[in-house]
């Protein structure tokens, strides 16, 4: 399936593409128009992955590679030392952000930024970016925050402050390449190594 983020972009690629190939006619340029629109539908692909709930398990927000583990302050929201997990989204993944445990959502703040290179250590405080805290039904607050890379110039979030949300529920979608951070508790066992590879809703972060 095509995600709804995507289907207004491929309708006005489509119609840029055919035009420059009626104007400018050549069996390369239908070839490599064709390659990349295969590429912008495989992009905006939308996967439906069943998942078993777990009022413990953090599942993974996004597909992607893990690129941070570490103990650090969260100073927006929480104003504690928390464990964060960063995932980088490369073009090749999918861009759908999920949540990753049930809750309340206490918290949601978009931010505007710059555009640094999403791997980039000072992406998560300086970057175009969105913070979600979700408060579980047992008391623990965990953070979200989506990301925009230097490629990915858009962050969608589509919940709301108080809303009552459900593991693998969809939290948003960036575009383009860009990256999750998600901070959890001191406490909680970590199921993932630097460098691992991770799917949304798949994937067992860690346990509270």
């Known amino acids: 399936m095509i995600h709804k983020e995507g289907k207004k972009f491929l309708i006005i690629s489509f119609i840029i593409l055919t035009l420059i190939n009626i ?3 050549s069996i390369y340029l239908v070839i490599a128009s064709a390659l990349l629109f295969c590429f912008f539908l495989s992009f905006f692909r939308s996967p439906h992955r069943k998942i078993v709930e777990h009022g413990n398990i953090v599942y993974a927000p996004a597909d992607g590679k893990v690129v941070v583990i570490e103990k ?24 759908i952000n999920w949540i990753p445990i049930s809750g309340k959502i206490n918290y949601l703040k978009y931010h505007k930024g710059k555009y640094l290179v999403a791997r980039h250590p000072k992406s998560s405080t300086e970057n175009e970016r969105a913070s979600v805290a979700i408060k579980t039904n047992s008391g623990i607050q965990i953070l979200i925050r989506q990301i925009a890379g230097y490629v990915a110039r858009r962050v969608r979030t589509y919940i709301s402050e108080n809303d009552e949300v459900k593991q693998g529920q969809q939290l948003g ?8 951070d998600i901070f959890i ?3 909680a066992k970590i199921n993932v190594k630097l460098n691992q590879q991770v799917r949304g809703n798949k994937t067992i972060l860690a346990e509270l």
């Open 23 to 25: 104007l400018f006619f």
């Open 72 to 95: 650090t302050e969260e100073k927006e929201y929480l104003k504690k030392d928390c464990i964060q997990i960063s995932i980088f989204m490369s073009i090749w993944n999918i861009h």
């Open 173 to 180: 979608f960036i575009k383009f390449g860009s990256r999750v």
């Open 185 to 187: 508790p001191l406490e």
